[in-house]
């Protein structure tokens, strides 16, 4: 079993819906969780970063975090053709600087 | 956050050549991490470049295939030596803090 699971997508959706992009993790030793968006030929770069569980919301962008179920998720309002990456969760241990990354998923909004 | 320069952007190689990607940081950070993003794969991280020290490699990559440098406390480079199509890739430099912050990448094809 993989440490992180992430729906590789594609995903497309109309512009203007609400995006929920989701990834699970198997060790609940894993303390915090960020969601990572890449433009093609870019390097990832970071959108959200949490250590709790719940919400946490910065503009258009929640992260969601259930540690009891190891499920975290990225939802994207009013979407945008912008929008349109590839998007990837990676989770971490306090004092291990290594992150677990998902496979991404690539996301395309229809103008 | 920082700001992370990382060249080439891209390089077209012969097999049996040698690369080497620099990545300038515009702080200072102890540590610098370099990753692999295979195509359709989430990221691998390669190695972890302290300052002053040798760098600690990941299980799956030695020394001798991806030699890396830190010379002071804002510039790495990593080397892919004795190149083959199996290396074609994104190499990416990475720094930590609240969330990590990536370089924009090397694409890099082996032929």
């Known amino acids: 079993q993989k440490e992180v699971e992430q729906d590789p997508g594609p995903l497309s959706v109309p512009e203007g819906a609400i995006v929920s992009l989701n990834c699970t993790y198997s060790?609940?030793?894993?303390?915090?969780f960020m969601w990572y968006r890449q433009y093609s030929r870019k390097g990832p770069e970071l959108l959200m970063y949490?250590?709790?569980?719940g919400n946490k919301e910065d503009g258009r962008f929640t992260a969601q975090v259930d540690k009891s179920s190891k499920y975290i998720s990225l939802f994207i309002r009013d979407s945008q053709p912008s929008d349109s990456a590839t998007y990837l969760c990676?989770?971490?241990?306090?004092?291990?600087?290594?992150?677990?990354f998902g496979t991404g998923t690539r996301l395309t909004i229809i103008p | 956050s920082a700001v992370i320069s990382q060249k080439p952007s891209r390089d077209i190689c012969q097999r049996g050549t040698s690369l080497t990607i620099q990545c300038q940081v515009d702080?200072?950070?102890?540590?610098m991490f370099w990753y692999r993003q295979q195509p359709g794969q989430s990221l691998t991280l390669i190695a972890t470049?302290?300052?002053?020290?040798?760098?600690?490699?990941e299980s799956g990559f030695v020394i001798d295939k991806f030699p890396i440098s830190r010379p002071n406390l804002t510039f790495s480079t990593l080397t892919v030596s004795n190149m083959s199509p199996e290396d074609s890739s994104i190499y990416l430099c990475?720094?930590?803090?609240?969330?990590?912050?990536f370089g924009s990448g090397t694409r890099l094809t082996v032929v």
């Open positions: 702080s200072q950070v102890t540590m």
């Open positions: 990475s720094v930590g803090g609240e969330g990590y912050t």
């Open positions: 470049a302290n300052q002053g020290s040798e760098a600690t490699y």
């Open positions: 949490t250590y709790s569980s």
């Open positions: 990676a989770i971490g241990v306090f004092g291990n600087e290594k992150l677990t």
């Open positions: 060790n609940s030793a894993f303390q915090y």
